[in-house]
């Protein structure tokens, strides 16, 4: 049975290669293999899989809790759901099955047996039930969610069902984009018509309830989706109205003399600029370029953490409140090995740890978006070699 699977897997993987799909789109590329190797390797063992990723996370979440207590106002496991699931992934690259007993070995061995058969099992981004945005795993046909705690401590951590019963989807566009991140994050979004330049790649602006103001959205799967389209995408939500008069000053007035960043006059100028953007960019062809893409999101990247340091006042007054405590479990962070308790610290260290916290979230969602980048650049490699089959290389 084993050696008839990975045979099936073997025989569509050049197949599957050659195919596009986005990055840490939620998809399955070849369903039948997937749902052979799900029901042979992975459904007998739910139980001992639920054991061994639980195994995981009791690694994982010390190093994490430790490094940030604290996001966003939020105690851990709030709100990390991409930490925790980079995390989990980056360890699940060198498990160490002499920790591991009982349930949790069983699981290990079968989530094994399932990859080398040719399973497939990769990060995901999405709508989970038209609340949250989701990071969670494509395992073969099953959906699994390493931080399903993140939003609701008081749920399981793990959670692992039919990837067709847990609501998951992916982002169709920018207006679905918003819909989800007004009811997740609050606050309000509005067209990125400040900076045309950036417009095609970050066409949205966020304002948090806190009035932390941030670019929106320079995540691998994001970029991929209006790249994909010629940046279509990102022109159809750029073409509303103007965004508000007040908040276009209040940006233009943050990001006055940065470098790099060019800043439009008005509202309505800034959107005919965004929208010819598009345009040229399209007609440029930077959609396929990997250097113009990593040189914007590095430009974005800064301008988030300009945008984030004169955000203070909001993040001082009300994002980080102390988390609530008693007396068995104040809330604490650990600083050069000193601890300190939350409420105790200055106006100043908490506008300080704020700014570090977004730095963190910021490096982590580059870091995502690089292993994507690698991610496409490996499928281009083999596409090129495939393409060179028939092509003689050069006598020398």
């Known amino acids: 049975m084993n050696d008839r699977i990975a045979a099936d897997a073997a025989q569509t993987q050049g197949t599957n290669a050659m195919r596009r799909r986005l990055p840490n789109e939620p998809q399955t590329l070849d369903s039948p293999t997937q749902v052979a190797l799900t029901q042979h390797f992975l459904l007998p063992a739910l139980a001992e899989l639920e054991a061994f990723f639980l195994a995981v996370r009791a690694q994982v979440d010390p190093v994490l809790q430790t490094r940030q207590p604290v996001k966003l106002g939020k105690p851990y496991p709030l709100g990390q759901c991409l930490e925790i699931s980079l995390a989990v992934q980056k360890q699940l690259r060198s498990v160490d099955d002499s920790r591991l007993a009982g349930a949790a070995a069983q699981g290990y061995a079968a989530f094994r047996a399932f ?59 920018y207006q679905h984009f918003s819909e989800v991140a007004r009811r997740y994050w609050q606050g ?57 008069l007040a908040l276009f000053k209040r940006v233009a007035r943050y990001l006055a003399g940065q470098r790099g960043l060019t800043l439009a006059g008005s509202p309505e100028q800034g959107r005919q600029q965004a929208l010819r953007h598009c345009r040229q960019y399209r007609a440029k062809r930077w959609h396929h370029s990997v250097d113009q893409t990593e040189k914007a999101i590095q430009t974005i990247g800064n301008a988030n953490c300009v945008l984030a340091r004169h955000s203070r006042p909001g993040i001082t007054h009300t994002v980080l409140q102390p988390p609530p405590r008693n007396s068995a479990n104040m809330a604490t962070i650990k600083i050069d090995n000193q601890e300190y308790d939350l409420d105790t610290l200055s106006a100043d260290a908490r506008t300080q740890l704020a700014g570090i916290q977004f730095v963190d979230q910021e490096l982590a969602r580059l870091q995502a978006h690089v292993a994507a980048l690698q991610t496409a650049r490996n499928a281009y490699a083999s596409a090129l070699k495939a393409a060179l089959v028939d092509t003689p290389p050069r006598a020398v």
């Open 115 to 173: 990859l080398q058969a040719g399973g497939e099992f990769r990060q995901v981004w999405g709508d989970l039930r038209g609340s949250y945005f989701q990071n969670a795993f494509q395992l073969g046909t099953l959906y699994l969610d390493v931080s399903n705690d993140t939003v609701t401590p008081t749920k399981p951590k793990v959670e692992i069902l039919p990837f067709a019963d847990a609501q998951f989807v992916a982002i169709r566009d």
């Open 188 to 244: 309000e979004l509005h067209p990125n018509h400040v900076l045309p330049e950036l417009a095609p790649y970050c066409p949205l602006i966020h304002v948090s309830p806190a009035g932390i103001v941030t670019l929106r959205e320079a995540t691998g799967y994001m970029l991929g989706l209006t790249q994909s389209l010629g940046f279509q995408p990102s022109d159809a939500i750029l073409s509303q109205p103007p965004m508000p």
